[in-house]
């Protein structure tokens, strides 16, 4: 009979270990069925966001840590096997006697060839495009999913181009320097020496025996990528929303950004802004134009806005309603709402339009009535 103390306390360190332990999927916020590519793409997001170069919030650098250390095991097939049958200690268990975990900022440095910020590495170009958004969606706000063509570095060999890091060798013409020593005869008995980049490996030093049979040798491949645009609400025209480091991937260069540039869509005949105002253009009739009327406009958010004229409307007037604008981006409030009217004349009088105008006007048989003497 296990004594209670003794049961309690067991329960208190097994508790103890279900909480220290570290889901990796949950720190780099994907489901266990994830792919390799999910997995890339969550550990380049996620630690270039908690870099501590970049982050200095409490807890970026501890949060920098766990994200490396889940990547280390997820993108590494064997390690991941084992933690997902036996968890985290069955993975300290596997790698006892093994070198301690590999450095962050090793895994980081290897991942995008240098460390954010850095003079050393050479950006890729930024993309930008334009996209045309619903003012109704700006009105209210929004997200907007969208796809951008792009290439990513080969799953396969990381960007290589090797079928295998065996198949990477010393290029032989330049020893592995990448340049070549060019002596040329100026005249007899004088030369001179130049230096050159090598042309069997271009530069590189490196020679590739075998190439990756999934990019045959490109390094990189086509990928349509899935994003999603968060429409601010009052967004002005001409905004950029900036998706830092998801340009096309290389080798040679960190990849640069892509940029977003919303402007709203033109709606013939329908709401325009400027600003935080907003203009709407209402068509009256001529009884309405000259007796006054009510009515209802249903605004981009599906509100009611009440249109109210008492007495004569011009052609062109303009009516401004306070607060029922755009949303003052990154303000509190609105903008105001300007509803111009156009008046339509008829061709013709019904018999309940002449009625109306006889009422108003005091008519008979189409003639203003005469006080008689």
Same mark, same amino acid.
């Given at each position: ?120 590495? !050479? +950006? ?7 996209? %045309?958004?619903? @003012?109704?969606?700006?009105? =209210?706000?929004?997200?907007? #999913? ?118 709203? !869509? +033109? ?7 400027? %600003?935080?105002? @907003?203009?709407?253009?209402? =068509?009256?009739?001529?009884? #309405? ?85």
């Amino acid at each position: 009979m296990i004594p209670s103390s003794l049961l309690l306390l067991l329960t208190l360190l097994c508790l103890g270990v279900l909480v220290s332990a570290v889901d990796f999927y949950k720190v780099l916020d994907l489901a266990r069925s994830a792919s390799d590519k999910d997995i890339r793409a969550a550990y380049k997001r996620l630690s270039r966001k908690y870099h501590p170069d970049r982050n200095k919030d409490e807890g970026a650098e501890e949060k920098f840590v766990d994200i490396a250390r889940a990547y280390e095991v997820l993108s590494d097939s064997t390690k991941r096997q084992i933690y997902d049958r036996h968890g985290e200690e069955g993975l300290k268990a596997h790698e006892s006697g093994q070198p301690a975990h590999t450095n962050p900022f090793d895994i980081f440095q290897s991942f995008f060839g240098a460390p954010p910020g850095g003079q050393q590495a !050479r +950006k890729g170009p930024t993309s930008l495009s334009e996209i %045309e958004v619903s @003012l109704a969606d700006i009105y =209210t706000g929004a997200s907007i #999913d969208f796809m951008i063509k792009k290439r990513i570095l080969c799953d396969h060999c990381r960007g290589s181009g090797a079928a295998s890091s065996d198949d990477i060798h010393s290029c032989p013409s330049c020893g592995g320097a990448g340049v070549k020593i060019v002596r040329q005869q100026i005249f007899p008995g004088m030369f001179s020496q130049s230096q050159v980049s090598c042309n069997e490996c271009g530069g590189r030093g490196k020679i590739i025996k075998k190439v990756c049979p999934h990019c045959q040798g490109s390094k990189v491949l086509d990928h349509t990528q899935h994003y999603t645009l968060e429409v601010p609400k009052g967004m002005p025209e001409g905004h950029e929303i900036v998706f830092e480091g998801e340009g096309d991937e290389s080798p040679d260069w960190e990849a640069g950004d892509v940029v977003l540039r919303a402007r709203s !869509r +033109k709606e013939k005949g329908g709401w325009r802004r400027k %600003e935080s105002g @907003l203009y709407w253009k209402e =068509t009256i009739g001529v009884a #309405d134009a000259l007796l006054g009327f009510e009515r209802n406009l249903t605004h981009l958010d599906g509100h009611t806005v009440q249109l109210k004229r008492t007495g004569v409307t011009q052609p062109g007037y303009i009516q401004v309603i306070k607060g029922e604008g755009m949303p003052k981006f990154e303000q509190t409030g609105f903008g105001d709402l300007y509803v111009e009217y156009n008046v339509v004349l008829p061709t013709s009088l019904s018999p309940e339009m002449e009625k109306r105008f006889a009422e108003v006007f005091h008519l008979e048989d189409g003639q203003p009535k005469r006080d008689e003497l």
